[in-house]
């Protein structure tokens, strides 16, 4: 069965690669990045430059919600430390459909600074405490990382 949410949201966007696909595949986008400064790369993509913790880009996804609906998608490849990770699953995962799909990359111990990161918190431990039906794909999008994947299920919306 194929799936294809009507809204996906990158966040943590670098090249605009994941967003690219989303695009392609039809469905309308949102792309979040404080490092990269992306054009617009078609009609159904809307890129916002900035943090992804900060309420005033929070608000902007929200109108984008209200025009297009629910989050079906998001692929989380930010910061890759435990509370803005945290933070992040807080803000959006408000926003999501019912049975969305939440796409964390990077779930590796790799991706624990202790100058950072709380002690003995990671993205690991970020990944254990998300709820959900979840799985993890070892070298799918790049060798050496794992991807986890969240089936969010009624409950979290």
């Not at 069965?1 to 696909?21: D, F, N, R, V």
């Not at 990944?127 to 993890?136: A, I, Y």
Request: proline share 5%; net charge negative; with cysteine.
């Amino acid at each position: 069965k194929t799936y294809k949410p009507k809204l996906c949201l990158e966040i943590g966007i670098q090249t605009g690669m994941a967003s690219a696909y989303m695009c392609a595949a039809g469905s309308h986008v949102i792309g979040i990045d404080i490092l990269t400064d992306i054009m617009e790369m078609s009609d159904n993509f809307h890129f916002i430059h900035g943090d992804s913790t900060d309420y005033n880009i929070y608000d902007e996804v929200v109108r984008l919600v209200e025009e297009y609906g629910r989050l079906g998608l998001v692929f989380q490849d930010s910061s890759h430390h435990y509370l803005p990770s945290k933070r992040e699953w807080w803000l959006y995962s408000q926003l999501l459909a019912p049975n969305a799909i939440w796409i964390c990359d990077d779930i590796t111990p790799a991706f624990h600074d202790p100058l950072v990161d709380p002690p003995g918190k990671g993205m690991m431990q970020y990944f254990d405490e998300l709820p959900g039906d979840k799985r993890l794909y070892q070298d799918m999008l790049h060798f050496g990382n794992c991807q986890g994947i969240v089936i969010c299920d009624d409950c979290l919306c």
